[in-house]
């Protein structure tokens, strides 16, 4: 089908084989799965990556990534192991395009920091946390490879 | 002839549309109360009109009896029906609505006063000659020896409570004096009165209640039973009529023990005597209330009475007819309540706006709303958003529509209780109609993994959407709005 991987509590989620999803009322987001004889309702709500699925009244929320996405937020994960809570690094070699923050700025968690090309894509930099910027160690045009610190976080 | 040309509910959500409905039925015309959270809600658009009465705060708006009752003056309302909960058993209320001149729908304030003293209740029943829960019939003093002889556990409860404030549980000797305090405590904050006794904790037992009706003429119809024995802290969930649990000889002595209490008070209206069952089938008065259940639906459906124009009727001085007198019930029916409450969380508020409301439908099927797709659920208030309710020839064809109808409920934007409910009606207990009290404790628990299967379903339904957002030849609109993405298939749907 495509590329798409779809994580629960962080958790890779095989797709239930056979089924598949049928849209009644896009506007709402009603749909139902159906499986040969068997069917049942179903209503997906959200997007871009982060989506709710509600399945015999539950809501289960589920993060949709395409491979890309999953390289990105896969090395975002590395970096902020790596360089502890306070350092935002590179996770992967590129050409920084925009500075979105500067020192005392505070930001909130998932806020877009600055822009790297790389691959030939535009990839957001964001907030691993909120807090107050008290380093922005590029500046838009710098070369920066995998590791290199960008901005630090209080 | 309508009993009342215009009538004023003093209530908001699904029981004021529920009375609203009646109205139009008896050609009444319908004034409702909102306060601001309310302006936009579904039972003031439902109405002829809407008077405010104050701020969010409950306190401030729908207990606020003088605003209440100057917006009732002010329509020209002729009767207020209060609902359930509010200002539906304040004898102060019931009073100030008979001394602006109107009719109170609902006992005369001294029948208020006398039942919402629990312990004054008890005695009642006693002296009726029903067996009441055993414990005390008097307040309880400080000294704890008359506990010993109720034995443990035990509950203390509040005289002046209800809704499950003001209980605590006490399961050794040990422990009285501390209950004790704190019971008095919560009590005096919560009602104004610090006033305590004791019940022994029955376990296990069924709650099951009788539905009555008078009028001023001192005819008393009882209009069948309600099992509702599924609850979570004293809060129902799940009701249905009539019982699996009893036989024709338990229940005509349950019908007999609610005269009998309500042969001791004088109600001209609704009213439900609640009784526990325990496995000997013995039956202890608990409580009776001079008002419409939440349930009281259940027994529309079996009896194919209006309780609310009844209500209405007999608060205008009209005779209960012999077609009410002797109403049969008939088949089976079951009442869920939907709540915004997270099962999988320990039934904790969920807040938000609704997104998607898909309600069943078909035969057999009512449901009583208070909200709609797009309500922003106000957190001030009860979390019900609405009731479900099927009848159908007997117990296991009102299972079988009940499992349909959930099937065809859809609620998107906050978690409910949906759920939980899906799960009940394929459970064994309550399948064969075995259940008690305990039922939700005992088998639904704490933990909820999310079942594997449902994980793979939903992936495939989230990939699936994803996947067709994405198709989209118009580019999704930048909206943090959630389903903006979907808006977006439905215009490309509608482009082809």
């Known amino acids: ?154 | 002839m309508p009993p009342f040309s215009r009538l004023l509910i003093a209530n908001r959500g699904e029981i004021a549309i529920r009375v609203i409905r009646t109205c139009r039925e008896l050609g009444i015309s319908p004034i409702s109360v909102h306060s601001d959270a309310d302006v936009d809600a579904l039972h003031v658009h439902m109405a002829d009109a809407s008077e405010r009465i104050g701020p969010p705060a409950p306190r401030e708006s729908y207990l606020a009896i003088d605003a209440v009752i100057a917006a009732a003056v002010r329509r020209g309302a002729e009767a207020i029906h209060p609902g359930y909960g509010f200002l539906s058993e304040n004898p102060e209320f019931a009073r100030a609505v008979e001394a602006a001149g109107l009719v109170f729908i609902g006992p005369p304030p001294t029948t208020l006063e006398s039942l919402g003293n629990k312990l004054a209740a008890r005695r009642l029943a006693q002296a009726a000659g029903v067996p009441i829960v055993p414990g005390t019939t008097v307040a309880l003093a400080d000294d704890s020896r008359e506990l010993a002889v109720i034995g443990f556990p035990l509950m203390l409860k509040a005289s002046a409570g209800g809704g499950g404030r003001g209980m605590r549980r006490v399961d050794s000797p040990d422990d009285v004096a501390d209950a004790l305090v704190a019971a008095r405590r919560e009590a005096l904050s919560a009602f104004g009165d610090g006033t305590v006794y004791a019940e022994r904790l029955l376990a296990p037992v069924r709650h099951i209640e009788v539905q009555l009706l008078g009028d001023r003429h001192g005819r008393l119809a009882v209009l069948g039973e309600r099992d509702c024995s599924i609850q979570r802290r004293h809060q129902k969930l799940v009701e249905e009529s009539p019982s699996p649990a009893i036989d024709p000889g338990i229940r005509e002595a349950l019908f007999d023990s609610a005269r009998r209490v309500a042969g001791g008070v004088d109600f001209h209206s609704a009213a439900t005597v609640e009784f526990l069952l325990d496995t000997a089938n013995n039956h202890y008065f608990l409580e009776m209330n001079t008002r419409l259940q939440v349930e009281h639906g259940v027994t529309e459906l079996v009896t194919g009475v209006d309780l609310v124009a009844w209500q209405i009727r007999v608060a205008a001085g009209q005779p209960l007819p012999d077609a009410v007198m002797h109403a049969s019930s008939r088949g089976h029916a079951i009442e869920v309540r939907l709540y915004a409450e997270d099962p999988y969380n320990d039934f904790r508020p969920s807040a938000g706006r609704i997104t998607a409301w898909q309600m069943p439908a078909g035969p057999g099927v009512r449901v009583d709303a208070g909200v709609a797709a797009d309500t922003d659920l106000q957190p001030e208030y009860d979390p019900l958003l609405a009731k479900l309710m099927v009848h159908a020839d007997d117990r296991s064809a009102a299972v079988d529509r009940l499992r349909r109808a959930l099937d065809e409920t859809v609620i998107g934007g906050v978690q409910t209780d949906t759920g939980f409910l899906r799960w009940l009606v394929d459970d064994a207990s309550f399948m064969t109609g075995s259940y008690d009290t305990g039922l939700i404790d005992d088998r639904w628990g704490i933990d909820h993994p999310l079942p594997d299967e449902h994980g793979a379903l939903a992936a495939i339904a989230a990939i699936a959407v994803r996947t067709a957002t994405e198709s989209s030849p118009i580019r999704p609109p930048d909206s943090t709005r959630a389903g903006s993405a979907w808006a977006d298939v439905a215009r490309r749907r509608a482009l082809r």
């Open chain 1, 1 to 154: 089908m495509s590329d798409l991987e779809a994580r629960i509590d962080g958790e890779a989620v095989t797709p239930a084989k056979g089924w598949r999803f049928e849209i009644i009322d896009p506007a709402r987001g009603i749909g139902r799965l159906i499986n040969g004889a068997a069917s049942m309702p179903a209503l997906v709500e959200g997007k871009a990556s982060d989506w709710v699925v509600t399945i015999r009244g539950r809501r289960i929320p589920v993060t949709v990534r395409s491979w890309r996405e999953q390289v990105l937020a896969g090395a975002e994960t590395a970096a902020t192991a790596r360089a502890g809570p306070a350092a935002v690094r590179a996770t992967l070699p590129g050409l920084i395009l925009t500075v979105a923050v500067s020192a005392g700025d505070t930001v909130d968690e998932g806020a877009t920091l600055l822009t790297i090309e790389a691959m030939k894509m535009q990839n957001d930099v964001r907030a691993p946390r909120s807090g107050r910027v008290i380093e922005v160690s590029v500046q838009a045009g710098e070369t920066v490879t995998t590791g290199t610190p960008l901005v630090r976080l209080e």
